[in-house]
């Protein structure tokens, strides 16, 4: 996770612009688009061997994800389609990185590449399902927030991988792919287990209410033996 020292200043900062972008009439929603639109750039640049680049961008582009936040605090903008559009925007933005580089790793050769494309895919799959594990579970009234790889570290692993590789070591991408397509299968695990853990305590005490709502002496009715 981040440090609380970075995480004050980028919130310091995100809210210094953003509250003069509310004077420009900036909608936090067009922020949120203007950020999936730059991300499909890193994406492109990343499918086409520039990875170096494609880090830089990505890089920028998640500065987008807390800008939008930030705009619609300073703005009052706040309602559920924004929240509904950030999220759906997340992961067409996410798929487009790990298609990008899946097309990069294709243009490669070797018994390495299936490897490389099958790690791709399973990073993807990984990432979604953590999402979506965690807005299930808050629609059923559970708090999910535990887990290993959240979006913000996967953001920073993919942009590292591609700059380091941009740098001349390509090989780390191939690791970082694998990396995520682990962690975040056991980020997905971690929270189906801590939902597992509410609902299991959930029904302890609805057990136990029903229990205490019995009067005392009674005993079910039925055929003596």
Not at 34 to 41: C, E, K, N, S, Y
Not at 162 to 175: K, R, S, Y
């Amino acid at each position: 996770m981040f440090t609380t020292r970075f995480q004050k200043w980028v919130r310091r900062n995100a809210q210094r612009l953003a509250s003069r972008l509310v004077g420009l009439g900036v909608t936090p929603n067009e922020v949120t688009v203007a950020g999936m639109v730059v991300t499909f750039f890193a994406a492109g640049l990343a499918a086409l061997g520039y990875l170096l680049p494609a880090g830089l961008v990505l890089a920028f582009a998640g500065t987008f994800d807390i800008l939008d936040g930030a705009l619609a605090r300073a703005s009052r903008l706040t309602y559920n389609y924004g929240a509904f559009l950030d999220s759906t925007v997340d992961r067409f933005s996410e798929g487009a990185i790990y298609i990008g580089v899946a097309v990069y790793f294709l243009s490669g050769h070797g018994a390495l590449v299936k490897w490389q494309v099958l790690g791709a895919l399973f990073a993807l799959a990984g990432s979604f399902l953590v999402s979506y594990v965690r807005a299930r579970a808050q629609s059923l009234g559970y708090a999910c927030e535990v887990g290993l790889f959240a979006r913000p570290e996967r953001v920073v692993a993919i942009v590292a991988g591609l700059i380091l590789a941009g740098l001349g070591l390509p090989i780390v991408l191939t690791w970082v792919i694998w990396a995520l397509a682990v962690l975040t299968n056991v980020t997905v695990l971690q929270r189906i287990n801590e939902v597992w853990r509410q609902a299991r305590e959930e029904r302890r005490i609805q057990r136990e209410q029903a229990a205490a709502s019995v009067p005392k002496g009674t005993r079910p009715v039925g055929r003596d033996l």
